[in-house]
């Protein structure tokens, strides 16, 4: 009996190792892009069964997920400032992006006369820009209440 729960125990650390879920990540992903290039519904549904398993294996990993993804937990990876760097660079990009998206909207949006096919895609890029508004201050209260 002992040996059989020993050897359940083995199969259930091979499933729960780095290089396995490493491996059903890419899978999974690969999955998903064959499913959109091919415009399989099937080939998505079963990446989508597959996350399923998956995303409960590192929900019950959740603490360990650095040491799984990015290797060895002595090796400093980034310091402060790279932190910093990465912060500030994300803060930027998201800035033009959202710019870029509401510039893009106008300009649709006034050529509404003469390109009326357009005008769909305008207002989708205004809720587009309205939806990283949000997000953006939602995500910044909360973490300023939580630090």
Request: hydrophobic share 55%; glycine share 6%; with cysteine.
């Amino acid at each position: 009996m002992s040996a059989k729960s020993g050897t359940i125990l083995k199969i259930l650390s091979i499933f729960e190792s780095g290089l396995f879920i490493k491996i059903v990540s890419a899978f999974i992903t690969g999955l998903w892009i064959v499913g959109l290039i091919l415009a399989n519904i099937y080939i998505i549904i079963l990446a989508i069964i597959l996350l399923i398993p998956l995303s409960t294996v590192l929900y019950i990993h959740r603490d360990n997920l650095g040491e799984i993804f990015q290797g060895d937990s002595d090796v400093v990876v980034e310091d402060e400032r790279t932190q910093l760097i990465n912060e500030k660079a994300a803060t930027m990009t998201l800035g033009i992006f959202i710019a870029v998206i509401i510039y893009a909207g106008i300009i649709i949006f006034a050529v509404r006369n003469s390109y009326p096919q357009f005008l769909q895609a305008g207002y989708t890029l205004f809720l587009a820009a309205l939806f990283c508004f949000i997000l953006y201050f939602t995500s910044r209260a909360y973490y300023t209440r939580k630090y």
